[in-house]
C-alpha cells in the first residue's frame, strides 16, 4: 500500500476533538506547543480548542495548523506509518518539509513568522483578502473578474476556485458569483491576498533569509508541487518551491492527480479538520483519504 502525507494550511473549522484524538497516541501535541511558546510566541500556550483556537489571529492560526500537522506526522511515523510522498496545500508546505526532514520543526516556525510579516510589508496600509467560489468554472469566473487586483490563485477543482487580492474588488466579485449561479461565494477570513503575484517583493525577501539563515535538508522522500506538479527531490528544488509558494497561484486538483499518477491510492491529511478530505472526495479515481478521525480505519492502534 502507497500511503503518501498531506498537509493543510489554515484550519478553516476544527473538529473539536483534535488534541484528544492525538493523546490516544502519544503526548506530543503539548510537548509541541510549549516548545513552539519557548521559540517564537509565548501566547501559544493559551491555545485552547474549543475557547481559544485563534481563528481570528492570523498568524498564530498558522503556527497551530503547523504545530497540529507536525505532531501527526511524528506520530504517524512512531507507530510505523512512514509515507512513500508528501504534498502540502499552500502554507502546508512547512510542515511537509518538516515531516520529509528537510527543514527542523523550529525553522519551520521561524520561516512561517518571516513569511508572515514580509508579506504584510509587501502589501502595505491595502486591505485585501481571499474568497472561495463553488460553482462556476475557471473562465466563467475570469469574466466575472471586476479589475486586474484580482487573481484566481488556487484551483481545487473543475468548479472550486479561490480569489485573492483587493478586499472591495473581491466583495463585488463574490456578489457577482452569487448572481451567476455559484453553489457558494464565500470570503476567507484572512487578511493577506495570499499567492497574488503584488507579494514577488516578499518572495525575494524570503529568498535571501533562506540561502542566508537556514539549512535545507535533502528530503528524505519525495514531496510533490502544489504549484506545478514538480517531484522536489533535491534542496534547490525545495528553496524554489518556498520562494514561489508565496506569489504563485497553486493547482491542488493537478498535485492530486500527480500523486495518483505515481500509484498512491491512500493519503493521511496530516493536520486538524478534514480540509483536504472535503476537497478530494469530489476527485475521481480509486483512492482513500483518512483525516484525524478517520485513521483508526488505517491500521493505527493506541499502544
Known amino acids: 500500500m502507497e500511503t503518501a502525507f498531506i498537509f493543510p494550511a489554515f ?6 476533538n483534535e488534541p484528544e484524538l492525538l493523546s490516544n497516541y502519544t503526548d506530543i501535541f503539548p510537548k509541541r506547543l510549549l516548545e513552539a511558546a519557548e521559540i517564537i510566541d509565548s501566547g501559544l500556550v493559551d491555545f485552547d480548542i474549543e475557547t481559544n483556537n485563534f481563528a481570528s489571529d492570523e498568524l498564530r492560526s498558522q503556527l497551530i495548523s503547523y504545530i497540529f500537522s507536525c505532531s501527526l506526522s511524528d506520530i504517524l511515523i512512531q507507530q510505523g506509518q512512514p509515507p512513500k510522498l508528501g504534498a502540502g496545500y499552500s502554507m502546508g508546505l512547512y510542515a511537509a518539509l518538516y515531516s520529509s526532514g528537510s527543514i527542523a520543526f523550529e525553522s519551520g516556525l521561524h520561516i512561517i513568522s518571516q513569511a508572515y510579516h514580509q ?3 509587501a ?6 483578502g481571499m ?12 469574466d466575472l473578474l471586476p479589475d486586474h487586483s484580482l487573481e484566481i490563485v488556487n484551483h481545487n477543482g ?3 476556485y479561490l480569489i485573492s487580492g483587493k478586499k472591495e474588488s473581491l466583495h463585488h466579485l463574490l456578489k457577482d458569483a452569487q448572481a451567476e449561479g455559484a453553489l457558494s461565494a464565500t470570503p476567507l477570513y484572512v487578511s493577506l491576498p495570499y499567492h497574488h503575484h503584488m507579494l514577488k517583493t516578499a518572495a525575494e525577501s524570503l529568498e535571501r533569509v533562506l540561502n542566508e539563515q537556514y539549512s535545507i535538508q535533502t528530503p528524505n522522500y519525495p514531496l510533490v508541487s502544489c504549484i506545478d506538479g514538480r517531484i522536489l527531490e533535491h534542496k534547490t528544488d525545495i528553496i524554489k518551491e518556498m520562494v514561489r509558494n508565496i506569489d504563485h497561484p497553486i493547482n491542488w486538483q493537478h498535485c ?12 493521511i491529511e496530516c493536520g486538524a479538520g478534514k480540509t483536504l478530505y472535503n476537497i478530494c472526495r469530489f476527485y475521481p479515481g480509486n483512492f482513500k483519504v483518512y483525516p484525524l478521525n478517520r485513521l483508526h480505519k488505517l491500521l493505527l492502534t493506541k499502544d
Open 11 to 16: 484550519v478553516p473549522e476544527y473538529l473539536g
Open 119 to 121: 508579506m504584510k510589508t
Open 123 to 128: 502589501i502595505g496600509d491595502g486591505a485585501y
Open 131 to 142: 474568497g472561495s467560489i463553488i460553482g462556476l468554472t475557471h473562465q466563467e469566473i475570469k
Open 158 to 160: 473543475r468548479v472550486s
Open 256 to 267: 492530486f492527480q500527480q500523486m495518483l499518477d505515481m500509484g498512491h491510492t491512500h493519503f
